[in-house]
């Protein structure tokens, strides 16, 4: 099986910085080629998807609405993926979630996926998020 774990959530001000992990054990873990997706869900609205690394070249993806603000790294001797928030907002308010699958990203629907014969698929491996709290 696998397990995401995220951690570095909490409470800041406009204008400050949080680094999210994502910590990666059992069977993704294993593997070098995996797509690490960052997403968030504010109450009521729909998951947003952030931003991805394969962590095989280090290629990263991110949506327009936090390019040039948020940057997606990884340490893979510990297996784990940080998301490194800047200039955060309080619209930034959400619980952060990491998932990971086998595979090569793939922007499919505002989320990421991964690459399959049969085309898009959902990233498998979730963990159970951290809450990030911006406020004025």
């Known amino acids: 099986q696998a397990k995401l774990v995220e951690s570095g959530g909490g409470s800041v001000q406009a204008g400050e910085s949080l680094r999210l992990s994502c910590a990666a054990s059992?069977?993704?873990?294993?593997?070098?080629?995996?797509?690490v997706g960052w997403f968030r869900q504010a109450p009521g609205k729909e998951r947003e998807g952030l931003a991805a690394i394969y962590t095989d070249t280090g290629a990263t993806h991110y949506t327009d609405s936090v390019k040039g603000r948020f940057a997606i790294s990884q340490d893979n001797s510990k297996n784990t993926v940080f998301l490194q928030m800047n200039s955060l907002k309080p619209e930034d308010t959400a619980m952060y979630y990491c998932?990971?699958?086998?595979?090569?990203?793939?922007?499919?629907?505002?989320?990421?996926?991964?690459?399959?014969?049969?085309?898009?698929?959902?990233?498998?491996?979730w963990g159970q998020g951290t809450q990030v709290t911006v406020s004025l």
């Open positions: 998932a990971a699958d086998r595979g090569i990203c793939q922007a499919c629907g505002g989320v990421w996926c991964v690459s399959s014969p049969d085309g898009p698929s959902p990233l498998a491996f």
């Open positions: 059992g069977a993704i873990a294993s593997s070098t080629s995996n797509c």
